[in-house]
């Protein structure tokens, strides 16, 4: 038979396409963002110049610091924060080992050594009672962790850092915008840092910031994130005059550009409104899961409130399946989620440590998940996250044969 001849048939029924794949973040930029950097390009300053001490200026407003400095990523402003504690070899310093490894290996950095604290089962902060189990006498310093945007009740430890003659570094990656006591997390301290990394609410692409209450340290810092230069490439440019710089320390390259802290000036703009489209949308999943068998959800400690930069869900001893299992459930639903913080003292390059009994922190790293939450996320966004979830806590989700599901 010809195919002029043949005979016609039914086209088949479409099949519906798979819903997209849910990200478990997406930064909210947008035209004002590629602008402000395309201005900073065409104005021929690109490296860190006027718009890094805009920046500056307006970070350190916001959060009612003294002094901010910008610089490269929150990691090299927590390296900046061990050079000005004076940590060094022969000095321990006290860390959580619920953090992105970054926490840790700064402290590595000025060749000190990382003692590892363990964490409240609520907030996911070290306490100054965790804290104070953790000292040694040979500690010289702390770095507390507002994890994932949860404020750290900060007051008890710095009453015991004083107590002990100890610095304190508060480690605030996560958390522009979140409140203790109702002040902006971080703004009060000696020595905090932030990110600006795309998973966090305010972002310049890469990029921190250290701000602290000492303009000797704000002075040093801002000579250390380049080069230890005595004068700024930028005060050189602008001078009228020959100028000559020193180089009074040994010193590093982590400098901000110009371009970042442009996109970084519409951000900050942004932020009330990231902010709290950020937590009318945890309050959504709050209110939806509360009545999920096995499930435990964050939110806001009684002394401050969370910018919610991770929604994270603790799945309790009965859940019907693994961290692990609920990651694949969710996987296979379209939905990209992520497993709890990391465990720094389990991973290979804290292994010659030896052993550390930190059991809500274990518990906490192989049992909680981090769920979708961006500011362009809808409510039908959360529903579907909602509908999954509750389908894995009736059963309907395999667990992987690797046990509790350690990465």
């Given at each position: 038979m010809s195919p002029d001849s043949a005979i016609p048939t039914a086209a088949a029924p479409a099949r519906p396409a798979a819903p997209a794949m849910l990200p478990v973040m997406r930064p909210w930029l947008g035209e004002e963002e590629a602008e402000a950097a395309a201005a900073a390009?065409?104005?021929?300053?690109?490296?860190?110049?006027?718009?890094?001490?805009?920046?500056?200026?307006?970070?350190?407003?916001?959060?009612?610091?003294?002094?901010?400095?910008?610089?490269?990523?929150?990691?090299?402003?927590?390296?900046?924060?061990?050079?000005?504690?004076?940590?060094?070899?022969?000095?321990?310093?006290?860390?959580?080992?619920?953090?992105f490894i970054a926490?840790?290996?700064?402290?590595?950095?000025?060749?000190?050594?990382?003692?590892?604290?363990?964490?409240?089962?609520?907030?996911?902060?070290?306490?100054?009672?965790?804290?104070?189990?953790?000292?040694?006498?040979a500690t010289r310093a702390v770095i507390a962790v507002d994890q994932g945007g949860m404020p750290l009740d900060v007051e008890p430890i710095r009453a015991l850092c004083l107590r002990r003659g100890l610095e304190l570094v508060q480690d605030s990656a996560c958390a522009i915008g979140?409140?203790?006591?109702?002040?902006?997390?971080?703004?009060?301290?000696?020595?905090?840092?932030?990110?600006?990394?795309?998973?966090?609410?305010?972002?310049?692409?890469?990029?921190?910031?250290?701000?602290?209450d000492r303009p000797e340290w704000a002075a040093r810092a801002r000579r250390l994130r380049e080069h230890g230069m005595t004068v700024s490439?930028?005060?050189?440019?602008?001078?009228s005059r020959i100028v000559i710089e020193d180089y009074a320390e040994t010193g590093y390259n982590y400098r901000m550009t110009d371009v970042q802290a442009a996109i970084g000036l519409v951000q900050m703009r942004r932020l009330d409104e990231l902010i709290a489209r950020r937590r009318e949308l945890a309050a959504d999943y709050q209110q939806a899961l509360a009545d999920v068998p096995g499930l435990r959800v964050c939110a806001d400690p009684a002394y401050g409130t969370?910018?919610?930069?991770?929604?994270?869900?603790?799945?309790?001893?009965?859940?019907?399946?693994?961290?692990?299992?609920?990651?694949?459930?969710?996987?296979?639903?379209?939905?990209?989620a992520r497993r709890g913080i990391m465990a720094a003292h389990r991973e290979p390059a804290y292994a010659q440590q030896g052993e550390v009994d930190l059991p809500v922190t274990e518990r906490l790293t192989d049992r909680t998940v981090i769920l979708p939450l961006f500011h362009e996320m809808t409510q039908d966004d959360v529903a579907r996250v909602v509908a999954s979830l509750r389908a894995a806590a009736h059963g309907s989700a395999a667990s992987p044969s690797n046990g509790q599901g350690d990465d």
């Amino acid at each position: 038979m010809s195919p002029d001849s043949a005979i016609p048939t039914a086209a088949a029924p479409a099949r519906p396409a798979a819903p997209a794949m849910l990200p478990v973040m997406r930064p909210w930029l947008g035209e004002e963002e590629a602008e402000a950097a395309a201005a900073a390009v065409r104005s021929g300053w690109v490296a860190q110049g006027p718009r890094v001490a805009e920046f500056e200026r307006a970070l350190a407003a916001r959060l009612g610091a003294d002094e901010a400095v910008v610089v490269s990523s929150c990691t090299t402003a927590l390296h900046l924060a061990m050079v000005l504690t004076g940590a060094g070899p022969g000095d321990d310093v006290v860390v959580p080992s619920l953090s992105f490894i970054a926490t840790a290996n700064v402290v590595r950095y000025v060749g000190a050594r990382p003692v590892f604290a363990d964490v409240d089962p609520i907030t996911q902060n070290v306490t100054a009672a965790t804290v104070e189990a953790a000292l040694t006498p040979a500690t010289r310093a702390v770095i507390a962790v507002d994890q994932g945007g949860m404020p750290l009740d900060v007051e008890p430890i710095r009453a015991l850092c004083l107590r002990r003659g100890l610095e304190l570094v508060q480690d605030s990656a996560c958390a522009i915008g979140s409140t203790y006591l109702g002040r902006p997390v971080g703004g009060d301290a000696t020595l905090a840092a932030y990110s600006f990394h795309p998973r966090k609410l305010l972002t310049t692409g890469e990029g921190g910031a250290l701000v602290t209450d000492r303009p000797e340290w704000a002075a040093r810092a801002r000579r250390l994130r380049e080069h230890g230069m005595t004068v700024s490439a930028a005060d050189r440019h602008s001078s009228s005059r020959i100028v000559i710089e020193d180089y009074a320390e040994t010193g590093y390259n982590y400098r901000m550009t110009d371009v970042q802290a442009a996109i970084g000036l519409v951000q900050m703009r942004r932020l009330d409104e990231l902010i709290a489209r950020r937590r009318e949308l945890a309050a959504d999943y709050q209110q939806a899961l509360a009545d999920v068998p096995g499930l435990r959800v964050c939110a806001d400690p009684a002394y401050g409130t969370a910018n919610y930069q991770s929604f994270w869900v603790e799945l309790a001893d009965g859940f019907p399946c693994t961290r692990n299992g609920l990651l694949e459930h969710l996987l296979r639903d379209g939905i990209s989620a992520r497993r709890g913080i990391m465990a720094a003292h389990r991973e290979p390059a804290y292994a010659q440590q030896g052993e550390v009994d930190l059991p809500v922190t274990e518990r906490l790293t192989d049992r909680t998940v981090i769920l979708p939450l961006f500011h362009e996320m809808t409510q039908d966004d959360v529903a579907r996250v909602v509908a999954s979830l509750r389908a894995a806590a009736h059963g309907s989700a395999a667990s992987p044969s690797n046990g509790q599901g350690d990465d």
